[in-house]
T-cell receptor, first 111, second 116 residues
Framework: EDQVTQSPEALRLQEGESSSLNCSYT??????LFWYRQDPGKGPEFLFT???AGEEKEKERLKATLTKKESFLHITAPKPEDSATYLC????????????FGPGTSLSVIP | DAGITQSPRHKVTETGTPVTLRCHQT?????MYWYRQDPGHGLRLIHY???????DKGEVSDGYSVSRSKTEDFLLTLESATSSQTSVYFC???????????????FGSGTQLSVL
């Protein structure tokens, strides 16, 4: 069964304190792994797609990496505006019409 | 922002009553999805559509039905609402679904549904 888990469930950082969020997945053939950002009261917003182990994508203070079993979202020198819930999702080769989401990591960046 | 409108934004209803949520898009995308989001579960797929009158079930489809009579509208119906269906419901769209390797979902702002 395709499955996505994320850790930690919640993370509290001081402004400027770098850290990483983890996404572990089990899927029968990975077609794509996605990262989304969700602000309170809003729908998720797309950040990155990763397709193969070793791939990296960057956007401002965020960098996403991918291995055969995990993806990491690295946050460098975060700012309070980076506070949000970060969702990981996978799309499998065998069920390409469906995207399976993890439960998310709630990030709070304190000034 | 992708042109997706969900209505209503908030709904309170009683157990046993029918409820219909609407998703309207102005992007002419082929694929439309209904998700529910609950604490600890993340987003779970209820139903999706890959064209007018073409729909399929997701992982949590029991108690829900959908209809798509026009490209721009995707309706989610709870035939007889239960307290376990209290949740935030999100509609999403994508141009090609899984057919494209660069696919991403665009989400609406959600509907908060409370079933008392």
């Amino acid at each position: 069964e395709d499955q996505v888990t994320q850790s930690p469930e919640a993370l509290r950082l001081q402004e400027g304190e770098s850290s990483s969020l983890n996404c572990s997945y089990t899927v029968s053939g990975l077609r794509g792994l996605f990262w989304y950002r969700q602000d309170p009261g809003k729908g998720p917003e797309f950040l990155f797609t990763l397709y193969s182990a070793g791939e990296e994508k960057e956007k401002e203070r965020l960098k996403a990496t991918l291995t055969k079993k995990e993806s990491f979202l690295h946050i460098t020198a975060p700012k309070p505006e980076d506070s949000a819930t970060y969702l990981c999702a996978v799309q499998a080769e065998t069920s390409y019409d469906k995207v399976i989401f993890g439960p998310g990591t709630s990030l709070s960046v304190i000034p | 922002d992708a042109g997706i409108t969900q209505s209503p934004r908030h709904k309170v209803t009683e157990t046993g009553t029918p409820v219909t949520l609407r998703c309207h898009q102005t992007e002419n995308h082929r694929y439309m999805y209904w998700y529910r989001q609950d604490p600890g579960h993340g987003l779970r797929l209820i139903h999706y559509s890959y064209g007018v009158k073409d729909t399929d079930k997701g992982e949590v489809s029991d108690g829900y039905s959908v209809s798509r009579s026009k490209t721009e509208d995707f309706l989610l119906t709870l035939e007889s609402a239960t307290s376990s269906q209290t949740s935030v419901y999100f509609c999403a769209i994508s141009p090609q679904g899984g057919a494209s390797t660069n696919e991403k979902l665009f989400f609406g702002s959600g509907t908060q549904l409370s079933v008392l």
